[in-house]
């Protein structure tokens, strides 16, 4: 498909005027916008899997018309009429919305209490890794945002992997996961850091073999999922997955403006998230995580140099062996991402406003001045969100059946 970056750039170019017209002529616009916006955030929830892979037009389904036709329950948008930035309110509340409660459902996979507390447990479980000194949490800290903020995360013999850790943080709501979008759902990533030998490099068996001799996790695993024979690895990720649905961080100031609160951001934000329309950030970067839905060649109008863009990750084209995915990621989610430093895939760059005058050269063709990447970045530090609290939890003590670590 030779024309694929083409219809992308003018599924951006067509996202871009789309915004416009709904800015100026809100109605219209906003209905039709609206529609996209609840069903791409739908994607990102009940999809069936597969939906972002294979080698569909995904970026320009993605960015301006995505399948599907159910829309999802949007959030009320209470007060969204009768102020200053009635417009502007409206074509954001339709684009991005506002974070929705914790799904109950994922893939099909009903989330219920039990397997949230198991998969609280095995969050903060270092048995899951080889070492016995991993967590999922030594990569993506409940308490930094749900990232580890360093350039490339360490994991098993102070190996460091390729990419920079994303946030698990409304991960739930991404059409799909990792920077290449390689994983359709959270239980289908979740197998991966498990296995991967610069992360936790442990085995499903393994896995499966230290869980099933402590009884206390036989007897939660038997609770949370009663259909099953004893413990599974498949068990493992969808508990994993049903804790992370918790991992949602409603409440930003963004949201709370949206709503109606006037107060909640500062006309010096509200003129960032004007520029960030005008400037068309949001053709890429919309849906309720203001990205995570579709994908889009890093360097669209010019290639950022090896420094920030490794010649050695081509990103997409490693799932998809197709040459236009040379180089081509999910635009990243911007929630939270004030708390998520360094940016782009390769954490090469630490300041939010020179990640965005980045994505003006690379993406849009644009020189973005000082004083607007200024704003901007303002704008999107107003997407932060209230965080998860999550108790620590209490962890049953292995047995001499227990497999010792490994180095
Ligand atoms: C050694 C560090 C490390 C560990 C341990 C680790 N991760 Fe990750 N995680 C990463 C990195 C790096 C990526 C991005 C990899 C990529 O895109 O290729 C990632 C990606 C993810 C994503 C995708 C988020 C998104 O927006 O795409 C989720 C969800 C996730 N990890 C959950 C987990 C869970 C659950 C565990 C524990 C079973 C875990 N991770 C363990 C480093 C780690
Ligand atoms: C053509 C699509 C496109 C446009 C337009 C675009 N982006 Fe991006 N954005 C992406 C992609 C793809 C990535 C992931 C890049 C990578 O591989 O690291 C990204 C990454 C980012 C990141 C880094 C996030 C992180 O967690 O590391 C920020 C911040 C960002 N974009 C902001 C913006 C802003 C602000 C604008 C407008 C000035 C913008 N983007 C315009 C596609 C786009």
């Given amino acids: 498909m030779g024309n694929r970056w083409k219809t992308c750039l003018m599924a951006a170019a067509l996202g871009a005027m789309a915004v416009g017209l709904a800015a100026c002529a809100a109605d219209d616009g906003a209905d039709e916008s609206t529609r996209a916006q609840q069903d791409t955030a739908d994607a990102g929830i009940h999809a069936p899997a597969g939906t972002m892979d294979g080698d569909g037009p995904a970026a320009a389904d993605g960015a301006v018309a995505p399948a599907g036709s159910a829309p999802a329950s949007a959030p009320e948008v209470a007060g969204a009429s009768g102020g200053e930035h009635d417009n502007l309110r409206q074509t954001a509340a339709s684009l991005f919305g506002v974070i929705p409660e914790a799904p109950t ?41 749900g990232a ?43 197998a991966g850091p498990v296995q991967a030998s610069v992360e936790m490099n442990s085995t499903p068996e393994l896995v499966v073999q230290t869980l099933s001799s402590i ?60 520029l960030f329309f005008e400037t068309g950030c949001a053709s ?29 990750d081509k990103g997409r084209f ?28 390769s954490g090469q760059v630490w300041s939010l406003e020179e990640a965005v005058a980045i994505m003006g050269t690379a993406q849009l063709g ?6 607007e990447a200024g704003k901007i970045a303002d704008f999107l530090r107003t997407l932060t969100g209230r965080q998860p609290e999550v108790v620590y939890p209490i962890l049953p003590p292995s047995t001499p059946d227990t497999p010792r670590p490994e180095r």
């Fill in 105 to 145: 459902e994922v893939s099909g996979r009903t989330v219920t209490p039990e397997r949230v507390e198991l998969g609280r447990m095995l969050f903060f479980e270092p048995r899951l890794s080889r070492s016995h000194v991993i967590t999922c949490n030594t990569c993506h800290s409940i308490g930094t945002g």
């Fill in 148 to 190: 580890d903020n360093v350039p490339a995360s360490i994991g098993h013999g102070w190996q460091r992997g390729p990419r920079n850790s994303p946030t698990v943080f409304n991960a739930v709501f991404n059409a799909a996961q990792f920077w290449d979008g390689r994983a359709s759902d959270l239980a289908e990533q979740a």
């Fill in 215 to 274: 009884p206390r996790y036989v007897e939660l695993f038997a609770e949370a999922f009663p259909e099953s024979e004893g413990i599974t690895f498949e068990d493992v990720t969808i508990a994993l997955e049903a804790f992370e649905t918790t991992l949602v961080t409603p409440d930003a100031p963004f949201d709370r403006w949206v709503q109606g609160d006037d107060s909640a951001m500062t006309a010096n934000e509200i003129e960032g998230l004007q």
């Fill in 284 to 312: 890429c970067h919309n849906g309720v995580n203001f990205g995570g839905q579709s994908y889009f060649p890093f360097g669209v109008l010019e290639r950022p140099g090896a420094e920030i863009l490794p010649v050695g």
């Fill in 318 to 345: 490693e799932v998809t062996s197709t040459a236009t995915d040379e180089y081509v990621f999910r635009a990243s989610p911007l929630r939270n991402v004030a708390l998520t430093a360094p940016y782009f895939h």
């Fill in 366 to 371: 644009r020189d973005i001045n000082e004083e």
